[in-house]
């Protein structure tokens, strides 16, 4: 039976389930007007749950329900920027929503149950507790990314999303059954012993490449990419920040939990499928990219290239290759918050600042903007000083650890061509003419000018001083 | 007379392959009335293999559910689509071959079901209703609020996502629609409404008949 232990293991989420409840009910009762209010409330509701993730920790990992809800160190990390970069992106959409009459209650409700997914999902004790999890994320994503209905665009990325993710899903169920029928049980705890006793080899190793393709379409690492840049540039920019920050955290926490905490013993099978699917992703990210003119494909065809690089730091299966992943997924979450960040800035009532000709100039025009900018190019192409500099030079020294020297080398090649794309958003920016008739200028929102240039601050001071947090990254899987 | 447990195993891949085929039909039939014949049929055949697991409550939750309610609402939205009366009886008969053998599929099943349980065949391993000396249900009812919690409610909050979604994406505000506001019908008061007005009588003047004029009232 559960008990009171068990509540209180949980209370992040309960507490957020509660939030989510009460900003509904709120929401219907509150004129349209004092809306600004519930968006305030639910940044404060974001931040409260990061003190409660922060103040409850357990010096030991410790279960709940049953085995279902782990609470250990890798979980606290990834809910505490899992809820700092959602918080960003409440900030970051509120002008956006506002000029596009979507600013709605539901758009921060569906967001925080998407959280409480997230939060679940890394958590996840249990196979059951993985499905649920995601299933809660990425439900809420799809709702979320139709919010804008009068746009065909938006539509169509919506429906598409649900069609391939619930194929997705399918796969990963479907892997999941042959896994418990291989070993018998459900608890991710009790697979990582079963799973070398089983008399089933075969189903077992079937049951993971289901499980790889499922944690593959998550993550959008190529060939299973198809849907990201797609609703990249088909949601509105509002929720296309979201979708590219948090989740991907959550994807980062469901292969670990998967890969590591369940098959760890299978990791010589699974570290060569994960080698092809980084390898493919680093290559169609990078070199479709080079083609895009729109700004939000272009960032779309980047995550592709950037899941390839978190895919290195798993290959290499043991506790410094998951820091060194964990250290990425959550740099560039940061680096994916901000870039989304300056594009809502940038944009106004009737102009979507999508394509990169509309960052024409921008350095004469905007030029705190065009530096802003500038800085998250920077980082996202892994330029030293920068915080995404050492994420990559971390991944590919875990991948060299693995003894996977051509797997570095086809990473550092790569992002050498993944430097042309950055650079060319630079380039425009800074050498070319502005176009005439395109007034262009940073959001009047205080609020939004303060965050976006904090956070892409802090990328910059992240890069000099990243040391603290990787070290909290390897202290997580030492104990 | 055929040993039970290969009676059994038999049945098995025989609903399995039924519940494949019927599935592959519902994606690759061209008729939609068809592709719904064929999903009921899927969901039958799940539900007997189900009974052969020993899983009773899922399985009559799955026919009363799904087969029963759902799939019966799908067949209606689905010949409603066709507005024009006439088409509608056309498709009855038409429909009428399809369906006749989806139900003789469905009940050579039963029969199969009933004979699995006349020869008492032993279950596809350890039952843990059984073990716990319980009815399937109870079972059930006491796995999924103390060992399944958390999974039952995280359930729960995917259908309120649901909810939220559904009405986020549907309800439209258009302004100039009239509807009912209860709450201002309810305060209304009767002085608000009729209004006596006193006044002298007023003496008609006197009638000039004007051939083929109506005088107005």
Not at chain 1, 165 to 186: D, E, F, H, N, P
Not at chain 1, 318 to 327: K, S, T
Not at chain 1, 341 to 366: H, M, P, T, Y
Not at chain 2, 24 to 44: D, E, K, Q, W, Y
Request: aromatic share 10%.
């Amino acid at each position: 039976m559960p008990n009171i232990n068990d509540i209180l293991i949980l209370l992040p989420e309960l507490y957020l389930v509660v939030a989510a409840c009460l900003l509904l009910l709120l929401d219907a009762f509150m004129k349209p007007e004092q809306r600004p209010m519930l968006h305030w409330l639910s940044v404060a509701v974001l931040l409260v749950a990061i003190y409660l993730v922060i103040a409850g920790q357990p010096p030991q990992a410790v279960t709940a329900f049953n085995g279902m809800f782990v609470r250990d160190g890798v979980a606290e990390v990834l809910k505490v920027f899992a809820l700092l970069t959602t918080a960003l992106v409440f900030i970051y959409a509120k002008p956006y929503l506002v000029d596009r009459k979507l600013f709605l209650g539901e758009f921060y409700t569906l967001t925080i149950f998407a959280v409480i997914g997230i939060m679940l999902l890394v958590s996840a004790g249990n196979l059951l507790t993985v499905y649920l999890g995601l299933e809660l994320l990425t439900l809420s994503s799809y709702a979320l990314v139709a919010l804008n209905r009068d746009s065909r665009l938006s539509s169509e990325a919506a429906i598409k999303y649900f069609v391939l993710g619930a194929l997705a899903s399918g796969m990963l169920l479907y892997g999941m059954s042959m896994v418990y029928g291989a070993t018998g049980t459900l608890s991710l705890a009790n697979l990582h012993g079963a799973a070398l006793h089983t008399g089933m080899p075969q189903l077992l190793i079937f049951g993971l490449i289901f499980m790889v393709v499922g944690i593959g379409f998550k993550l959008g690492a190529a060939p299973f990419h198809m849907w990201i840049p797609d609703v990249y540039q088909g949601s509105p920019t509002a929720v296309t920040i979201f979708i590219g920050s948090a989740p991907k955290l959550a994807a980062f926490g469901m292969a670990y939990r998967l890969l590591a905490s369940g098959l760890g013993d299978l990791s010589q099978h699974w570290q060569l499928m994960l080698a092809v699917l980084a390898v493919l992703s680093l290559a169609i990210g990078n070199l479709v990219a080079i083609v895009q003119s729109n700004l939000k494909r272009l960032l779309a065809y980047s995550t592709i290239s950037h899941m390839g690089y978190l895919l290195l730091g798993l290959v290499n299966a043991g506790p410094e290759g998951y820091a060194a992943a964990l250290f990425y997924a959550i740099s560039y979450a940061l680096m994916s918050t901000a870039a989304f960040g300056v594009i809502l800035a940038l944009a106004r009532a009737g102009f979507e600042c999508e394509e990169i000709d509309d960052l024409k100039g921008l350095n004469q025009r905007s030029p705190w903007a065009a530096f802003l900018m500038m800085l998250v190019m920077f980082s996202l192409a892994g330029v030293p000083p920068l915080f995404g500099f050492f994420a990559k030079l971390l991944v590919l020294q875990a991948a060299i650890h693995a003894g996977m020297m051509w797997l570095a080398i086809v990473g550092a090649v790569f992002a050498i061509v993944g430097l042309y794309y950055y650079l060319r958003v630079v380039k425009v920016m800074y050498f070319d003419k502005p176009v005439e008739g395109t007034e262009i200028r940073l959001q009047s929102d205080a609020s939004v000018r303060v965050v976006l240039s904090l956070n892409v601050l802090a990328l910059l001071v992240l890069g000099f001083g990243w040391g603290p947090l990787f070290g909290w990254c390897q202290r997580v899987f030492v104990g | 007379m055929i040993d039970p447990s290969v009676f059994q195993l038999i049945c098995f891949y025989a609903f399995s392959a039924v519940t494949i085929g019927a599935a592959l039909g519902v994606i690759s039939l061209r008729n939609t009335v068809h592709a719904v014949l064929a999903l009921v049929l899927t969901f039958f055949s799940t539900a007997c293999i189900w009974l052969l697991a020993e899983a009773e409550f899922l399985a009559i939750a799955l026919i009363v559910v799904y087969v029963g309610a759902v799939m019966v609402l799908f067949l209606f939205v689905v010949m409603m689509l066709d507005i024009k009366q006439e088409h509608i009886r056309e498709g009855f008969i038409k429909y009428l071959p399809v369906g006749i053998i989806v139900a003789l599929i469905m009940l050579g099943e039963m029969l199969a079901m009933i004979g699995v349980r006349a020869m008492h065949a032993q279950v596809m391993g350890a039952n843990p209703a059984t073990v716990a000396g319980m009815s399937n249900t109870e079972w059930l009812g006491t796995a999924l609020y103390t060992q399944f919690l958390l999974p039952f409610e995280i359930a729960a909050l995917i259908l309120t996502v649901g909810v939220v979604a559904a009405v986020v994406l549907t309800l439209r505000q258009r302004t100039g629609v009239r509807h009912q506001a209860a709450s201002q019908q309810v305060l209304v008061n009767p002085r608000d409404r009729i209004r006596v007005v006193k006044m002298a009588a007023e003496v008609p003047a006197a009638p000039q008949p004007a051939p083929g004029k109506e005088s107005t009232p």
